[in-house]
């Protein structure tokens, strides 16, 4: 039973990695990834682009800081407005892209700081490094890996940011007990994600347009604290945003995903009394 539940996570992580292999190779080749439909929607128009990025809720100054390029219209919100970070802060990023967010974090977190973005796809992690090259970010790196296996030693990062990745994930239990592990005692979580408001019907579950379009595998509110806290996180708050739904329509046009999900910002704290354990 056991080796059927992992063969049937490795597929879903397969399909996941190779639908955003395609969305960095489309977006090299100024073309469209073909599932414009959903948040991995590639458009070789600058202007489109920062239209989806400013109604996610990025200013037009923070689109300005980042390589041309960095910026692919993914996401369902802005974790770094949320995150509070301050100079000095190491940052690990759950599913870095083109490195878009890790480079608005950078530049908060100032010379002192340090980023680092985590991703499972080697076209994303390619486009990433040139992006950072490109921008000459000496305080962001990219590794290459998973968010339920992260590439991070224990107590790293005072943040754990992440747009619209944990969503993808077949395992959001263990990706809640890595962001754990990796966060400093009294470290915090700050993430955007598409979330379940109702219990969704099982053919959009199925629908794996609708899975890699950050929709079909969003869990309940509920379930979510529940795993939050069962990883040892305090203060958890998630707060699904009804205006979201605007925009995930676009997503998915013509079918019912908005009466099941919401965009919703995350938050939660690691315990600094274990700084005294």
């Not at 899975?211 to 699904?240: K, T």
């Amino acid at each position: 039973m056991q080796n059927d539940a992992a063969s049937s996570d490795d597929a879903h992580r397969q399909s996941i990695r190779e639908a955003y292999a395609k969305v960095a190779q489309a977006d090299n080749e100024g073309a469209s990834c073909g599932v414009e439909s959903s948040c991995c929607g590639v458009s070789d128009d600058i202007a489109i682009s920062s239209l989806i990025s400013t109604r996610l809720g990025y200013s037009k100054a923070e689109l300005d800081m980042v390589p041309e390029g960095a910026d692919m219209g993914l996401g369902c919100g802005n974790p770094k407005a949320i995150a509070a970070l301050q100079p000095g802060e190491v940052v690990v990023d759950l599913g870095a892209g083109g490195g878009f967010d890790c480079f608005l974090a950078a530049a908060e977190v100032g010379a002192d700081g340090h980023v680092i973005g985590i991703d499972m796809t080697p076209d994303m992690l390619s486009k990433a490094r040139a992006n950072s090259v490109k921008g000459k970010f000496a305080n962001v790196e990219f590794r290459l890996g998973e968010i339920e296996y992260l590439p991070v030693a224990d107590d790293t990062a005072n943040v754990i940011i992440s747009n619209c990745v944990v969503n993808l994930s077949s395992d959001k239990p263990q990706v809640f007990r890595e962001a754990y592990r990796v966060l400093k005692p009294g470290g915090r979580v700050a993430i955007s994600d598409v979330v379940a408001t109702a219990e969704m019907p099982q053919e959009i579950k199925e629908d794996i347009g609708l899975v890699a379009g950050c929709m079909g595998n969003a869990s309940l509110v509920a379930d979510l604290e529940e795993m939050m806290l069962a990883a040892g996180f305090e203060q958890v708050r998630i707060q699904p945003k009804d205006e979201s739904k605007e925009f995930i329509k676009d997503w998915a046009p013509g079918t019912s995903v908005t009466d099941y999900v919401a965009s919703a910002t995350i938050e939660a704290v690691k315990p600094a009394w274990l700084l005294f354990v």
